[in-house]
């Protein structure tokens, strides 16, 4: 297997990568850690005739943190996000899904921003960054930048709202409000593999320590990752003792998975209501550990 | 149509190499066709099997998911350079030929480069930590269990090589 043809551009500025992406248009792409590109130029699944290699921009190499939001640069890589002691800390999401990506191996080339517009409805970071609330940051040649928010960023199977010419600069990923806790569970049948189900929840605490809000996002479960409140099956009950398979309930009913060679439409709600139960019970737990390590 | 050839330099265990490539050529190509580095094996050729895995700026990377033009400049090691100082074998290795880690060898060279960089962070692993440390690399032969047991006496030998 190799791969087509295709010329090669490495741009040293993002206004250089910008005007490249804009002269090539339909025809063009962008290479970021290209674990999820490679294979598909490999097999021969793709086929662009212009690649524009952004990993020599070293001012998309960042993971910035402020008292508002984590923003990952477009060439910060997955080990990188992964292993940031203050991205842990403010947003521990990130390092709870990263973990579940691929294997290390992967980790260390693949990037947070390009698994976010590569949109695979069995990625862990499209439901991370829906689940939180967070938003990508575009730029283009001659029109400037814009902002897309996470709910309206993931269109399909594989289709994010990056148009031809535009490149996605940054992903944004909100801190949740404190009291809030998160986990990340999914199920493979090994490790590294993509997920049957993948669940990403946040379940925020009140001063009783009961829940006052409950969320979950699921993935390889639709077309997008799947955001399902919680609050009615959870909200005003006991930290540890709320009735978890109810919000599994509400899960399960929520999504619409199809049958594929993995597993059956069916198992795959059943892994929906189950997970889901368990990353809103480990959340919980792990606010109660955020409130204890804030007091 | 003839295609663009890149210059790319690149540094394979410590010796400096220049390479007129083009720009699809993937890495692992690169070290055994251009540069002559059979050691480095190609299996699945996207992503999965791991028996191409080098150090990339002492990182284990997928060289069938890197094109050689995109790693200009790195510093890559390949099972060829995880020998030891005198030319014998280095201590993973060493451990594997100790453990009977391999019997085809085809992925060995994957396992090499991979638990060299993983040993040099987690120095003293437990059993579970080893599995999971090669959970990126398949295996056909072995079932995996001597391979698991070649990680634990690879860093036993790391321990006693750092003895003075």
């Not at chain 1, 999820?36 to 793709?46: C, E, K, T």
């Not at chain 1, 579940?100 to 499209?126: C, K, Q, W, Y």
């Not at chain 1, 490790?191 to 829940?211: K, P, S």
Request: proline share 6%.
């Amino acid at each position: 297997m190799k791969p087509p043809a295709f010329a090669y551009h490495r741009p040293g500025t993002v206004p250089e990568a910008l005007a490249a992406l804009a002269e090539t248009g339909h025809d063009g792409k962008v290479l970021a850690g290209g674990q999820s590109l490679v294979p598909l130029l490999n097999m021969r699944l793709a086929a662009p005739a212009h690649l524009v290699d952004i990993n020599w921009l070293a001012e998309l190499d960042e993971v910035a943190v402020d008292d508002r939001a984590v923003r990952v640069g477009a060439i910060a890589r997955h080990a990188r996000v992964e292993r940031d002691p203050a991205a842990a800390e403010a947003v521990p999401l990130l390092r709870q899904a990263i973990g579940d990506i691929a294997h290390a191996t992967i980790r260390n080339r693949g990037t947070v921003v390009g698994s976010l517009v590569h949109a695979d409805p069995a990625a862990e970071l499209p439901a991370v960054l829906v689940l939180l609330g967070g938003s990508m940051e575009l730029a283009s040649a001659g029109d400037g930048a814009r902002k897309v928010a996470a709910a309206d960023f993931f269109l399909g199977p594989l289709e994010s709202a990056v148009r031809p010419g535009e490149l996605a600069t940054a992903a944004v990923f909100p801190r949740p409000p404190a009291g809030t806790g998160s986990a990340w569970v999914e199920l493979a049948r090994r490790a590294g593999d993509y997920a049957l189900c993948g669940v990403g929840a946040l379940v925020a605490l009140d001063q009783g320590l009961r829940v006052a809000s409950a969320r979950a996002a699921l993935i390889s479960v639709g077309p997008t990752p799947v955001p399902v409140d919680l609050t009615d099956a959870l909200g005003g009950q006991p930290h540890d003792a709320a009735d978890w398979a109810a919000a599994g309930r509400l899960a399960a009913a929520a999504v619409d998975p199809e049958d594929d060679i993995h597993a059956s439409a069916a198992y795959r709600r059943h892994l929906a209501g189950v997970l889901t139960a368990r990353a809103a019970r480990a959340a919980a737990a792990h606010a109660l550990t955020r409130q204890e390590g804030a007091a | 149509m003839t295609e663009v050839l890149h210059e790319t330099r690149l540094v394979v265990n410590g010796v400096p190499h220049t390479a007129r490539v083009p720009a699809r050529r993937l890495l692992a190509d690169c070290l055994r066709h251009d540069l002559g580095l059979t050691g480095t094996h190609v299996g699945c050729e996207h992503g999965v099997c791991g028996a191409c895995t080098v150090l990339v700026d002492g990182r284990p990377m997928r060289s069938c998911l890197l094109f050689a033009v995109g790693v200009d400049g790195a510093e890559i090691t390949t099972v060829e350079g995880c020998r030891s100082p005198d030319g014998g074998l280095g201590p993973v290795q060493q451990a594997f030929q100790d453990c009977h880690g391999l019997q085809c060898g085809f992925c060995t060279p994957g396992f090499v480069t991979t638990i060299t960089a993983w040993l040099a962070e987690h120095p003293d692993p437990t059993e579970e930590q080893a599995r999971q440390a090669i959970g990126g690399n398949l295996c056909r032969c072995t079932g995996y269990q001597n391979i698991v047991a070649s990680v634990l006496r690879a860093a036993e030998l790391l321990k006693e090589g750092e003895r003075p």
